[in-house]
């Protein structure tokens, strides 16, 4: 049990669930099958534990320098070997779990992954980090849509939001660990812009995802909008505002990763209110 709970601590269980939890709101919005939405479902959460243990077993050495006490490798709860393990069965229980939904939701999820894993494996220390999260998240609402009877990708409003919303979560997910990272030589896009630029920059990019996700499904007439996605749009709109004047008068804090945070949850609840009208 305590390599169990050292591994779930290592696999950053608070993204892994929100993550895994918007794919299965994506799938049900648009009604997939019982068994296709479980399997979906179950796929992405093997996936999500695999990029977050090879995170953290990538950046072992990195957490013990700078005496991270709440990471189980840097510890030394858990071996390194048996986290690489886990985090390799992981990856292949996702990709086989694909199979059976078709092999454009494999290829789309093998995408997804391995951008992930890239990002783990070096990218996050460059000023190309934020790609990955641009691609994973840009292909991520084409996860359900393409585990459907009739696959297809998600609609190239979809596309923007997913990438938006990865952008936003890249910029203010370091956030907290910026002088850590600094200290062991990561410095990726958040790290050369600062935290008050990332933050102000992540909130205008969810305003933009929240007019995607508002206008896309309705074709671009506003008074086809229904009211719900008008409440969401509303809610995104403010915390982003919020976000920018807290950025803008006050030292850079936790609460600007918050706010952010909350942006992007109200525009990912916004994505899966327009789940109807996913399907390009």
């Known amino acids: 049990m305590r390599i169990v709970r050292g591994l779930w601590g290592s696999s950053h269980p608070g993204p892994t669930l929100v993550v895994t939890a918007l794919a299965f709101a994506l799938g049900l919005s648009i009604g997939l099958e019982a068994w296709r939405l479980a399997l979906l479902t179950v796929s992405v959460f093997a996936g999500q534990l695999s990029i977050g243990i090879s995170n953290d077993a990538l950046d072992a050495a990195r957490d013990r320098a700078v005496g991270r006490a709440d990471k189980p490798l840097a510890r030394g709860d858990v071996s390194l070997r048996v986290a690489w393990v886990a985090a390799s069965v992981c990856l292949t229980l996702a990709l086989v779990l694909s199979v059976p939904l078709g092999w454009r939701m494999l290829a789309a999820h093998a995408l997804t992954l391995g951008s992930a894993?890239?990002?783990n494996a070096g990218l996050k220390s460059t000023p190309l980090s934020i790609v990955p999260f641009?691609?994973?998240?840009?292909?991520?609402?084409?996860?359900?849509?393409l585990s459907a009877l009739e696959p297809a990708f998600a609609a190239g409003w979809a596309w923007i939001a997913g990438a938006v919303l990865g952008a936003a979560v890249h910029?203010?997910?370091v956030?907290?660990?910026?002088d850590d990272d600094a200290s062991t030589g990561v410095r990726g896009l958040p790290h050369r812009l600062g935290a008050r630029a990332s933050a102000v920059v992540a909130a205008l990019a969810v305003m933009g995802g929240?007019?995607?996700v508002l206008l896309g499904p309705a074709g671009g007439d506003v008074s086809a909008v229904p009211p719900i996605s008008w409440v969401f749009f509303a809610g995104v709109v403010f915390v982003a505002v919020l976000t920018v004047v807290r950025a803008a008068v006050r030292p850079p804090s936790r609460a600007l990763f918050r706010l952010v945070m909350l942006a992007?949850?109200?525009l990912a609840a916004q994505l899966v209110?327009?789940?109807?009208a996913l399907a390009a």
């Open 171 to 173: 910029l203010t997910n």
């Open 273 to 276: 209110a327009s789940g109807g």
């Open 264 to 266: 992007a949850l109200l």
């Open 134 to 145: 641009l691609v994973s998240f840009g292909v991520f609402p084409s996860l359900a849509t």
């Open 210 to 212: 929240a007019v995607a």
């Open 117 to 119: 894993w890239a990002y």
């Open 175 to 178: 956030l907290p660990d910026l």
